[in-house]
């Protein structure tokens, strides 16, 4: 099982961004991936999840309406966006499976990360 | 929201010593159909992304060192490093998985004293 992420990301307030999440080794559709959010020196923050068998989510009241999952089947890989960044977005953003079909499950393979930073 | 509470924030434990992390939750999260709790341990090593250690309170992952264990039961757990090594360096984190949305404890960091 690998997640390989995309590279980090330099934007300014306001810019939109997709970032993506490509799976592999594995049944793609058949596990839920999530989104976890890790601030500079901070610790970990669960932003939701989706299922890329039929892309139903579930996000975190922290982060519903400011963020939005995505995937796109064909080619495994699953993606997080926003439509206009804040300086507060700057975070590392991982992603990660849950080990099992479930929604109701522990990660139990995660990406390297992807850097976001949002400065003037 | 289930709130996720760890102490100590910060733990500093000699080479072959034991460390004890400890977790509570601010509510159970035993499903009791499957008498299981959901609640997992990762290890977060510098510039690295977290690492799935145990599931379930106490279900150590294939290829875990047998010196990391997790117990408890309710809404307090703890897991332990039964004799430190250097490469156990890292920030630990608890996790419920009981509930949506899940959510993490705020990370306890392991240093070598």
């Known amino acids: 099982v690998q997640l390989e992420q995309s590279g980090a990301e330099v934007k300014k307030p306001g810019d939109s961004l997709k970032i993506s999440c490509k799976g592999s080794?594995?049944?793609?559709?058949?596990?839920?991936i999530g989104w976890v959010r890790q601030r500079p020196g901070k610790g970990l923050e669960w932003m939701g999840l989706?299922?890329?068998?039929?892309?139903?989510?579930k996000y975190s009241p922290t982060f519903r309406g400011q963020v939005t999952f995505s995937v796109d089947r064909s080619v495994s890989t699953a993606y997080l966006q926003w439509d206009s960044l804040r300086a507060s977005d700057s975070a590392v953003y991982y992603c990660?499976?849950?080990?099992?079909?479930?929604?109701?499950?522990?990660?139990?393979?995660w990406g390297q990360g992807t850097l976001v930073t949002v400065s003037s | 929201d289930i709130v996720m509470t760890q102490s100590p924030e910060f733990l500093g434990v000699s080479l072959g010593e034991r460390a004890t992390i400890n977790c509570k939750s601010s509510?159970?999260?035993?499903?009791?159909?499957?008498?299981?709790?959901?609640l997992a341990w990762y290890q977060q090593k510098p510039g690295q992304p977290p690492k799935l250690l145990i599931s379930?309170?106490?279900t150590r992952r294939s290829g875990v060192p047998d010196r990391f264990s997790g117990s408890g039961s309710g809404t307090d757990f703890t897991l332990t490093i039964s004799s430190l090594q250097a490469e156990d360096l890292a920030v630990y984190y608890c996790?419920?998985?009981?509930?949506?949305?899940?959510?993490f404890g705020q990370g306890t960091k392991l240093d070598i004293k």
């Open positions: 080794g594995y049944s793609f559709t058949n596990y839920w």
């Open positions: 996790q419920q998985y009981y509930s949506t949305p899940n959510t």
């Open positions: 379930w309170a106490s």
């Open positions: 989706i299922f890329p068998g039929d892309s139903d989510t």
């Open positions: 509510q159970s999260v035993l499903d009791r159909s499957s008498n299981k709790h959901y």
């Open positions: 990660a499976r849950h080990g099992s079909g479930t929604f109701l499950y522990y990660f139990d393979n």
